[in-house]
């Protein structure tokens, strides 16, 4: 079975400033996907930006990027030009290349922007 | 929006007594998920489906029955409610298991049972 560690319970980032979240995964498969959902006090689950894993390419979207370490099995989150409204829990998230049974998430990272 | 609505998003019920969520989809989506959200825990998945009367179970599917009669609508039963099913479910659904196309999340279900 896979598993995903986050290993920062809380992260706090001034305003405008940059912020790397960290994602662990192991699993025993060559080619998955990882995502990174945002969930803000709403609870809404917004999908902020995904990886397949056969693309050594480091997935981009807008201020939110990844690093991507498949042989490390690292997936990080960085955060550029932080805003307050990207005050949130964050999830990384792991879904095999079958993907039948969903996604398996790690516990979260809540991150506080400071202004 | 994904075209996902849950029902109830929130609901009161004592110790013993059954209670059915829905989730029903306008998407036409193959797959669809519940997952539970608790603190420390992240979102575990309780059941899922790959069709129509297709379930399988997930990590904590104790206590949990789903059913699936049409391709639209999913949903959760605790036949006898407990504290510990005190959380949050969220309902998901994913056009294809095998493309790696984004799950798409409810709103959510905010359940207490006292």
């Known amino acids: 079975a896979q598993t995903v560690t986050q290993s920062q319970p809380e992260m706090s980032v001034q305003e405008a400033e940059t912020v790397t979240l960290s994602c662990t995964y192991d699993?025993?498969?060559?080619?998955?996907?990882l995502f990174w959902y945002k969930q803000p006090p709403s609870r809404q689950m917004i999908l902020v930006i995904r990886?397949?894993?056969?693309?050594?390419q480091n997935a981009t979207e807008n201020r939110f990027s990844v690093n991507f370490q498949k042989a490390a099995k690292s997936f990080s989150l960085k955060i550029s030009d932080s805003q307050l409204g990207d005050a949130a829990m964050y999830f990384c998230?792991?879904?095999?290349?079958?993907?039948?049974?969903?996604?398996?998430f790690g516990k979260g990272t809540h991150l506080i922007i400071q202004p | 929006d994904a075209g996902i609505t849950q029902s109830p998003r929130h609901k009161v019920t004592e110790t013993g007594t059954p209670v059915t969520l829905r989730c029903h989809q306008t998407?036409?989506?193959?797959?669809m998920y519940w997952y539970r959200q608790d603190p420390g825990h992240g979102l575990r998945l309780i059941h899922y489906?790959?069709?129509?009367?297709?379930?399988d179970k997930g990590e904590v599917s104790d206590g949990y029955s789903v059913s699936r009669s049409k391709t639209e609508d999913f949903l959760l039963t605790l036949e006898s409610a407990t504290s510990s099913q005190t959380s949050v479910y969220f309902c998901?659904?994913?056009?294809?298991?095998?493309?790696?196309?984004?799950?798409?999340f409810g709103e959510g279900s905010w359940l207490t049972v006292v």
């Open positions: 998901a659904i994913s056009p294809t298991g095998g493309s790696g196309n984004t799950i798409y």
């Open positions: 699993t025993s498969e060559s080619d998955y996907y």
């Open positions: 990886q397949e894993a056969y693309k050594q």
């Open positions: 998230a792991y879904r095999s290349l079958s993907g039948a049974d969903g996604l398996t």
């Open positions: 998407e036409n989506h193959r797959y």
């Open positions: 489906s790959y069709g129509v009367k297709d379930t």
